[in-house]
């Protein structure tokens, strides 16, 4: 085998299509600082790809889930850095 180039992992997956996310959320509050993080992370260096919460719902012992009906500029740093956010449960890629 003979590799002609190497590139960083993270440029192919944010170069290879929209990156979409269901991040799941313990409280609705929650979403205001996902919104704050796209707002200072979301540079447009990658495809948009679409973004959705689960919300638990603790009065109906369920999750609802919400579709932003929006597309965004996710890169795996911003999967990472939602992990972090306070009342984030889980980020999924969809």
Sequence with gaps: LLAR???PADS????AGGLGLKVHLD????????KSLLDR???GK???GPLAFCIFDPEGA????VDTGRRYPLTPEIKAALKTLD???EVEEI
């Design 62 to 65: 369920r999750e609802i889930e």
């Design 46 to 48: 990658s495809r948009p």
């Design 27 to 34: 409280r609705e509050e929650a979403v205001f600082a996902v």
């Design 5 to 7: 180039s190497a590139v």
């Design 87 to 89: 009342g984030v449960l």
């Design 12 to 15: 192919v997956v944010s170069g």
């Design 41 to 43: 992370m979301a540079t």
